[in-house]
């Protein structure tokens, strides 16, 4: 099987850096890139091989029992592999696969508190230090501020931080806003001006950090390119704050609430707590858990893995409303906008709302990986398959971290495999021969007087389909049944539409209008037939 190749890139946001005068190190400086080849789709007419990223992706369904075995046999043999190939190294490891809305599969390795003879093993509710996957909440705290019109994501940070000010060399007129905060973009240092972040956090008030932020420069103009800044992120927790007075801490546990997720908190516990896992230096000795003061809202947290699955969760609900459920706490409107790029590099890595992007596959998964004292952790998905994955270890071998992810991301395309293989035929309105004839275009240019034909097709799994050929079409374009006389055309062979959406042109909709006996007379399909009828024939 032929298979064009496509890279993947493990972006590991760590918080701190390696430094010589530091007590301790962190693994991998600044960012740890691994570059992987995993296989491109071979679906024939996809053209992954001409143009490498067009791509119709499977929409999610509801698999039959055992369909994934498989898929979970091999993750599992391939990560069980890393752990014992670690040797004999202190901490643990979770991991978790998550399909939609449910958590499809999951395995723990090692012991919570190694130094402990009877400690057990952890399970998906143990929690660990996320390090940076922190800014993910302190991003859904802005979301969810914004959605309550409490702020708008281009205000100035200024306008919510008395005395906050940095020198521009740039004198670039606008200031630094939220969205930038959020995306790395804002040209700001990377630590805040602390006097001790990373060995006993930073203890400076707020007033005598902006004090000193004040005295230094940008390190770019905002908005230019992505530099990647914890304090970047202690700003917009500190903006919340402010908006809100109430502490960032607070806001946090107020949203974990209603999320329901009851081992995530923002503040640091006391020795010994309750299922934790222990987290172990390089040198195997415990890990200090540092409050790290105003840089919290970048990399505080603790979490577990079944947390951080409903996080993904709630993510893959795109089609929910604000408060359908208690743990809806962002419209699907919003979580579609947020799955949004704001900066993309060439190879397809780049930077979302927190976001950090990486081709793999054929998808383009958003990811948030973090590292702290003692701990590493990553969240990947693929927001059009609807599949996720949670790695969670509480040492600091990044070589763990790094396959461990690779091999869920291996299963995230397996998933995608088994997907083609269970599509539905696109649902069908309740009287679906209403729209099937040939139509023909209204313009008064006689080249556009092309006919167009609705009929209905065999389609996935011998049901019946509506399908439209004419106007330029290759082969039959699907119409998937929205609503009332409203349909979607797609495409699931030929890379017309993919191409169309990356051109942002990729409008498909088609509107049906009856006459005044309820008979179908005419369709509208504004993104393709732009402002003329198509005709139906009697």
């Not at 900066?343 to 990986?369: H, T």
């Amino acid at each position: 099987m032929g298979y064009a190749i496509g890279l993947f890139l493990v972006a590991l946001a760590v918080w701190t850096r390696p430094c010589p005068s530091l007590a301790y190190r962190i693994p991998s400086a600044e960012r740890t890139f691994s570059r992987y080849e995993y296989p491109r789709s071979s679906v024939a007419g996809d053209r992954s091989s001409e143009s490498p990223y067009c791509f119709v992706p499977p929409v999610p369904v509801k698999l039959p029992a055992g369909s994934l075995d498989a898929v979970f046999a091999q993750a599992e043999a391939n990560i069980t592999s890393v752990w014992k190939s670690a040797g004999d190294v202190p901490g643990s490891l979770s991991v978790n696969l998550i399909y939609d809305q449910d958590i499809v599969w999951s395995k723990t390795y090692g012991k919570k508190n190694f130094t402990d003879p009877l400690s057990d093993l952890p399970d998906g509710d143990t929690a660990y230090r996320i390090g940076s996957i922190s800014k993910v909440f302190t991003t859904l705290l802005a979301l969810v501020l914004r959605d309550q019109k409490s702020w708008n994501l281009d205000d100035d940070v200024a306008d919510f931080i008395p005395g906050f000010s940095v020198l521009n060399p740039f004198k670039t007129s606008r200031g630094i806003s939220l969205r930038q905060l959020a995306s790395h973009m804002g040209g700001l240092q990377r630590e805040a001006p602390c006097a001790d972040t990373y060995t006993k956090g930073c203890s400076d008030s707020d007033e005598e950090v902006l004090r000193r932020l004040a005295t230094m420069p940008l390190v770019q103009p905002p908005g230019w390119k992505p530099s990647y800044s914890n304090l970047g992120f202690a700003l917009l927790g500190l903006a919340e704050s402010h908006l809100t007075k109430l502490t960032w801490v607070d806001l946090v546990h107020m949203a974990m609430s209603d999320l329901q997720l009851n081992n995530t908190h923002a503040d640091v516990p006391k020795r010994p707590a309750e299922n934790i896992a222990e987290g172990y230096m390089t040198d195997k000795s415990h890990a200090d858990w540092v409050d790290i003061g105003f840089e919290a809202p970048a990399g505080q947290m603790f979490s577990s893995a079944n947390d951080l699955a409903e996080l993904i969760k709630l993510v893959f609900r795109t089609s929910m409303s604000f408060g359908q459920t208690p743990a809806q706490i962002l419209d699907g409107e919003t979580l579609r906008e947020w799955m949004h790029p704001v900066y993309m590099a060439e190879d397809r890595s780049g930077f979302g709302l927190v976001w950090e992007l990486f081709q793999g596959g054929d998808y383009n998964f958003r990811s948030k990986g973090g590292a702290i004292n003692g701990y590493l952790s990553m969240i990947l998905f693929a927001p059009e398959i609807k599949v996720g994955a949670v790695v969670l270890l509480s040492n600091e071998m990044s070589s763990v971290l790094n396959e461990a992810a690779k091999h869920l991301v291996l299963a995230a395309l397996g998933i995608s495999d088994v997907l083609k293989e269970h599509q539905l035929a696109a649902p069908l309105p309740p009287n679906p021969t209403d729209y099937v004839g040939l139509y023909t275009h209204d313009s008064p240019n006689p080249d556009m007087k092309s006919a167009v034909n609705i009929s209905l097709e065999p389609g996935p799994g011998g049901n019946q389909e509506i399908t439209l050929t004419g106007i330029g079409l290759g082969r039959p374009g699907v119409l998937t049944w929205l609503r009332d006389d409203t349909f979607q055309l797609t495409d699931r062979y030929t890379p017309h539409y993919c191409e169309a959406e990356t051109d942002g042109d990729a409008n498909f909709y088609v509107y049906f209008a009856r006459d005044p006996l309820g008979k179908i007379s005419h369709a509208m399909a504004p993104g393709f037939i732009y402002g003329y009828k198509l005709i139906k024939h009697p």
